[in-house]
């Protein structure tokens, strides 16, 4: 700083400029490129985090069923259905001899809400490839979606037929059940493994295979 006729001057530090504008424009352009990365793979893992809670909600209840089956002796099945938009999934206990094996009990009954924007697929997939078991050795056809899938009173799962009176239900099944459960995106999908032995697994399509 000095003084001349009177008037004070501060000299310019060469370092202490502000940015150009081109410097401005170059570093929102790296901030848009980062962000149009970022956000489409945050949105997808955010997307296959829904899949997997809900596969592993939708499991839990099935093994809650296993559990009230064998407690009390008796037949559990998994059911469907929509209230206000939202798909739900909910047991209903029930015999052979019953003429339908899904009634909704209101407040008694165990049932669970999916995302809004997941449903349970009306059968297995035909993209991605259905699901396939290794470790099972049978050669029946894995139960799907088209399936009611039951508990015995002896805890293993079984495909419910009513379709002779009594119902029939037969435990251990001929094989392993998968169901598939799917969001708005085309390789949205999630599954859960229950094997002959009542273990269930929760799995996602990863876009090439299911993990």
Known sequence: ?????????????????????????VVVLII???????????????????????????ASLMQQARILAAKNNSYYTVCYQTTAGVQQVYLTQTTLASTTSCSYAGGTTPIIALARQISAASAAPTTPAPYTYSLDS??????????????????????????????????????????????????????VLVSKAARTKTLIWNGSAWE
């Open 1 to 25: 700083m000095h003084k001349s006729g009177g008037k004070t001057s501060f000299n310019k530090n060469p370092g202490m400029r502000g940015f150009s504008t081109t410097e401005l424009v």
């Open 32 to 58: 848009l490129i980062v962000a149009a990365i970022a956000i489409p793979n945050t949105m997808q893992a955010w997307y296959n985090m829904e899949l997997r809670a809900t596969g592993d909600q939708v």
């Open 138 to 191: 049978t050669s029946g056809t894995p139960c799907d979606n088209t399936c009611r899938l039951a508990f015995s009173p002896r805890g293993l799962p079984c495909k419910w037929d009513s379709s002779s009176s009594p119902a029939v239900c037969t435990a251990p099944a001929a094989s392993y059940f998968v169901y598939y459960f799917q969001d708005s995106r085309p390789n949205g999908w999630s599954a």
